[in-house]
């Protein structure tokens, strides 16, 4: 076992540790992860990523990327790159190639006819309706469908001839032979095969009958030699089949499928179905927009492999379900950044300053830390010149009580810069203040004034020496805890008004004409920014995405 392992124990661990102690595992640890193919990762798949991955690393062990393509109308290669590209920026890589569960298409062929020809499944006639009349429900047993007893011979070659393209969409299935009294509904002889015209993105139009995923899943399984299948809770109904189906084929082993509850966030939807239906009807731009809780989306918006991690290491692994405060992920990447973001100032409405006392046309260069606590990440220059920038809100001409920015002869400091004074206020035909005309100390770089105490720290940028530049100011997407627990409305009735808000005309410090994409950056006082590539590619100049706030501006009634 790896040093890593003690890092983040779970009950899944415990159960490996102990079976291995007992002698009921020997060998070579080997997980899956198992997505269809389907939609975009989010989130939860990080979770189930992380531990898939993370147990095979704590045992010395492998972990196969299979996807589980088994609806071809619903799947594409899109959506395969995609996840392929998530696994590997967190930092995971599979062992061996890339698998599919089409892979194992004639094989799992192969065991469909075995299963008939041991009399353990048959060909049904029942229509959809029907065959949900005779399943029963939770209260009340099923009835045996009419064709069950179909003659061995006979349902072989009905099958065959499903696969040979005698039957259209929807008149014949295969049937699992199990118990249509049992209370487990999973067990009431479950459709394993069904006829669908659709062309695979795999194996083209080879195919005119696909398997079910709970037949796939554990076949596939086996074949790859899995030894521990990790599931979401919602299989764990479903596991007596996965048995069930191991048991009557002979199949080289039978992994062990183990539940943990999967990942519930507040104001977040994680059912990629309705994730779709947001890209789809435009309420999202894409499937990558930053505010999506995609994995793809949260990169875009700045958030980092090693924040994810962190995040899944928090939350931890267990069986019981729950809902974990979306607050917590927002603290993962805001201890990232923290300790390694580079520093820079940005005046989001930008409000010009002109110092009266500064000689014109002369500027000096300002020396500040890229990281005020890492002088192992060095020094970045700014310009000081008679013409600055400082934000609007950073000014009130009748300032509350305990204002601690800039008001009407009142003095403070601009951050790693001058102390100044406001002497006078500009308006506009309107009435709007445009300007602010103020007198600066030449005696308070890096020193105290004597005689009067600034009222604050303001950030700022030179007028004549910075850039122009755009900001997304990305928050919740939803401004409802629970956005899909009305029964009454829609989930798309909570979507958050404010959850993009698009500044133009914002000025950032010169150094950022070309700003690093590897890490975002903290923009002093204002929060996390992550420069966009592809949008600032479009629009000429930087676009930043904000990652995060400084501080949690949700909780304690915030919003």
């Known amino acids: 076992m790896s040093a890593e392992s003690k890092k983040a124990h779970n009950f899944i661990q415990s159960l490996i540790e102990d079976a291995i102690a007992k002698g009921e595992h020997t060998g070579k640890v080997v ?9 975009y990762l989010h989130i939860g798949h ?5 531990l898939n991955f993370g147990i095979a690393e704590t045992f010395e062990g492998e972990c196969n990327l299979r996807f589980d393509d088994t609806n071809p109308e619903k799947e594409n290669q899109e959506y395969i790159d995609a996840i392929k590209q998530d696994v590997e920026w967190l930092g995971y890589r599979w062992a061996g190639n890339v698998r599919f569960a089409s892979d194992y298409f004639d094989q799992l062929y192969g065991f469909a006819e075995e299963l008939i020809q041991n009399g353990k499944a048959y060909v049904c006639a029942l229509t959809a309706d029907e065959m949900a009349e005779y399943r029963g429900t939770l209260k009340e047993p099923g009835r045996n469908s009419p064709y069950r007893d179909r003659p061995v011979e006979e349902s072989l070659q009905l099958f065959r001839d499903m696969r040979a393209g005698k039957y259209q969409n929807g008149e014949l299935v295969l049937r699992a032979k199990i118990d249509m009294a049992s209370p487990n509904i999973n067990l009431r002889d479950p459709i394993l095969y069904r006829v669908r015209y659709a062309d695979h993105h795999q194996t083209g139009d080879k195919w005119c009958i696909y398997p079910m995923y709970d037949f796939t899943h ?6 790859e030699g899995i030894t521990h299948s990790l599931c979401t809770l919602e299989f764990e109904d479903h596991r007596p089949l996965y048995d069930w189906v191991l048991d009557n084929i002979s199949v080289p082993c039978h992994p062990r499928q183990i539940e943990f509850a999967r990942l519930n966030l507040n104001y977040t939807i994680t059912s990629k179905r309705k994730l779709k239906r947001l890209v789809d009807e435009g309420y999202v731009d894409g499937w990558n927009d930053p505010r999506m809780p995609t994995i793809s989306g949260l990169r875009r918006r700045g958030y980092t492999p090693q924040s994810i991690r962190t995040f899944c290491d928090m939350i931890g692994v267990n069986k019981a379900g729950g809902t974990v405060d979306v607050g917590m992920l927002e603290h993962a990447i805001r201890e990232d950044l923290n300790t390694r973001a580079p520093r820079a100032m940005c005046v989001m409405r930008p409000l010009k300053v002109t110092l009266v006392n500064y000689p014109e046309g002369e500027t000096e260069t300002l020396s500040l830390p890229v990281h005020p606590q890492n002088p192992d990440m060095g020094q970045r220059e700014v310009i000081w010149s008679r013409e600055l920038y400082i934000d609007r809100e950073d000014f009130a001409e009748e300032p509350p009580r305990k204002w601690k920015r800039l008001a009407p002869d009142q003095a403070v400091r601009l951050r790693g810069g001058y102390v100044m004074t406001c002497r006078e206020i500009i308006r506009d035909d309107s009435g709007e203040i445009v300007e602010l005309k103020c007198e600066y100390d030449p005696n308070t770089l ?28 990305y928050d919740r997407l939803f401004d409802h805890e629970a956005p899909d627990s009305d029964k009454e409305g829609d989930f798309i009735d909570h979507l958050n008004p404010q959850s993009l808000v698009v500044l133009k005309g914002v000025r950032v410090e010169k150094g950022l004409a070309e700003p690093r994409t590897d890490v975002p950056y903290q923009f002093e006082r204002e929060g996390y920014f992550f420069c966009d590539p592809a949008l600032t590619e479009s629009a000429g ?17 915030g919003k």
């Open 46 to 50: 990080a979770k189930s990523i992380c």
């Open 218 to 223: 554990p076949i596939s399984d086996a074949l």
């Open 446 to 473: 890096g020193v105290n004034p004597e005689g009067y105490k600034p009222n604050g720290v303001v950030h700022w940028v030179s007028a004549t020496d910075s850039v122009e530049a755009d900001i997304n100011l």
């Open 31 to 39: 997980t899956r992860f198992p997505p269809e193919p389907n939609g």
């Open 541 to 557: 100049r930087p676009v930043f995405n904000r990652t995060v706030t400084l501080r949690d501006s949700w909780g304690k009634g």
